[in-house]
Every structure is written in structure tokens, then in C-alpha cells.
């Protein structure tokens, strides 16, 4: 039985075709070394049922495939428009359904998130270790900055700008309203209803953005040398970081003008 197991999410990766190759080239040696030590262990069926085999799963421009050949997985990586999703995995017939025996899975998902992994097991608690610390310090090298943007504090601020810009909005509104109702509390009254409505509007324009931040700035980005992508980021975050500031010194400005307007009535 596999009774141990470590796994970690991954997080800011930028892969490469090289990137891939240089991950298989460790992964096929320590393919390599166990199955030779495996031969001394066992025969017949039972050798075969415990050798270790590559495979691969590769999902790109809205199809997917499982090979067994790293080439005709990077030859796919390289046709692909946009690729979504690329596994590694090595398993054995023994191991097949993660019961006993040794296995690696290596999940490398454009798309979501939470299944970026690797899971390194077997029953054999140095092998464990040794394979999984082999392949996290492979993937090492290949984090990007995108953890500058990728945090919690960015969709923290944007969400205080958001509530910002409503309460400005939702005040100009009802500053501009209030005269026209005849109703008690009518600013009162206006500003509340002006609020609730950019609220609910809030919520849809929020999502858009964060998928705008994850759209340039992915946790794992597949892409090829000498792509210009790094240089259209780097313009895209500094323009943004000066237009937040920006805004948000004049809707302070334009806030405090509108509070010396009201304590003057």
C-alpha cells in the first residue's frame, strides 16, 4: 500500500518547450533509475506490473490527448494555438489506480488554479522525498513575477476602488436628484438607492476584472522563446499601477469638494 505522499500546489510558473524537455529529461532519469532497481527485485509478470511508465496529457485549443511519446506531446505543444493544460504522469500496471506502488503526477493547468499539483507517492518515504524535492527544484526556475499582480492585496485594492468610485458616483447622483424629489430624506434616500443599484452592476464588472488580471498575468504561462509577452505586461502593469493612482488622488479631490459643498448648505 502507498502510505506516503507529498504534494504541493503550484504557483507562477512560466513553461517553455525547453522548460518541458528539461522536466521530462528528470523525470526519465528517475524513471530510469528505478526500474533498474526494480529489475533486481522482481520478474516475470511482477516486473511488469511494478515498471515504471511515462505518459502524458496534453489539452490545447479546446482538445486533448493522452501519449505515451514526449515528442508527439511537444509536437502538439508546438502546433497549438493556445495550450490549456499539460500532465506528466508515470505510474505501473501495480500503481495504476494510486493504491500501492510509486507514482508522479505533474499538473500544469492554464485554466484553473487549484489544479496546478504535483503528487509524488509510494510506500517508500525516501523515494518520496528525493523525487518530489528533484522535481520542485526543477520547477524553481521557472517562476516568473507574476506573484507581484497574483495576490491578495491586487483584488483587495480594486475592490476598495470600486467601493470608492460607487460612493463617489452614488453621492454625485443623488446630489443631482435629491432636489427633484419631494420626499424627506430625499439625498439620504437618493444615495442609498444609487449605491444598491452600482452595487449589483459592482459584482459583474469585478469579475471581469480579476479574469483581465488572470487573463495577463496566468499562475502557469505556456509560451515560446522569444515571445514579446513579458515586454506588452510590463507596459500593461505600469500603465495600470499610474492610472489607479491617479484616479484615486482625484476622486479624493473630487470627494472632499463634495463634502465642503454639503457642510456649506
Not at 515504471?52 to 494555438?81: H, N, T
Not at 493544460?85 to 508522479?104: E, H, L, M, P, T
Not at 495576490?151 to 460607487?166: H, T, W
Not at 498575468?217 to 491617479?246: C, D, Q, R, Y
Request: aromatic fraction near 14%.
Amino acid at each position: 500500500m502507498s502510505q506516503f505522499l507529498r504534494d504541493e500546489y503550484l504557483r507562477n510558473l512560466t513553461v517553455t518547450e525547453d522548460a518541458l524537455r528539461k522536466i521530462d529529461e528528470d523525470i526519465e532519469e528517475i524513471v530510469r533509475q528505478e526500474n533498474q532497481t526494480l529489475k533486481s527485485q522482481f520478474q516475470g509478470q511482477d516486473l511488469n506490473n511494478h515498471l515504471l511508465i511515462r505518459s502524458y496529457i496534453i489539452r490545447f485549443d479546446g482538445k486533448g490527448f493522452r501519449l505515451f511519446d514526449f515528442e508527439k506531446a511537444v509536437k502538439y505543444f508546438q502546433d497549438a494555438k493556445k495550450v490549456e493544460r499539460f500532465i506528466f504522469i508515470v505510474d505501473s500496471i501495480a500503481s495504476i489506480n494510486r493504491i500501492q506502488g510509486k507514482s508522479i503526477e505533474l499538473r500544469l493547468d492554464a485554466l484553473d488554479v487549484n489544479a496546478c499539483t504535483i503528487v509524488v507517492q509510494d510506500d517508500n518515504n525516501t523515494w518520496v522525498d528525493a523525487t518530489f524535492c528533484k522535481i520542485r527544484e526543477r520547477l524553481s526556475r521557472y517562476k516568473n513575477s507574476n506573484h507581484l499582480v497574483r495576490n491578495r492585496l491586487i483584488p483587495f485594492l480594486i475592490q476598495l476602488f470600486g467601493v470608492m468610485v460607487g460612493f463617489v458616483l452614488s453621492l454625485w447622483i443623488a446630489i443631482k436628484i435629491a432636489p427633484k424629489l419631494a420626499i424627506d430624506n430625499s439625498l439620504a434616500f437618493s444615495f442609498v438607492i444609487a449605491f444598491l443599484l452600482f452595487s449589483n452592476i459592482w459584482t459583474v464588472i469585478f469579475e471581469l476584472a480579476l479574469r483581465l488580471l488572470n487573463y495577463f498575468w496566468p499562475n502557469i504561462s505556456f509560451k515560446s522563446k522569444g515571445s514579446l509577452h513579458w515586454l506588452i505586461k510590463a507596459l500593461i502593469s505600469t500603465a495600470f499601477v499610474s492610472m489607479f493612482f491617479f484616479l484615486i488622488s482625484k476622486l479624493f479631490a473630487y470627494l472632499a469638494e463634495i463634502v465642503k459643498s454639503i457642510l456649506k448648505q
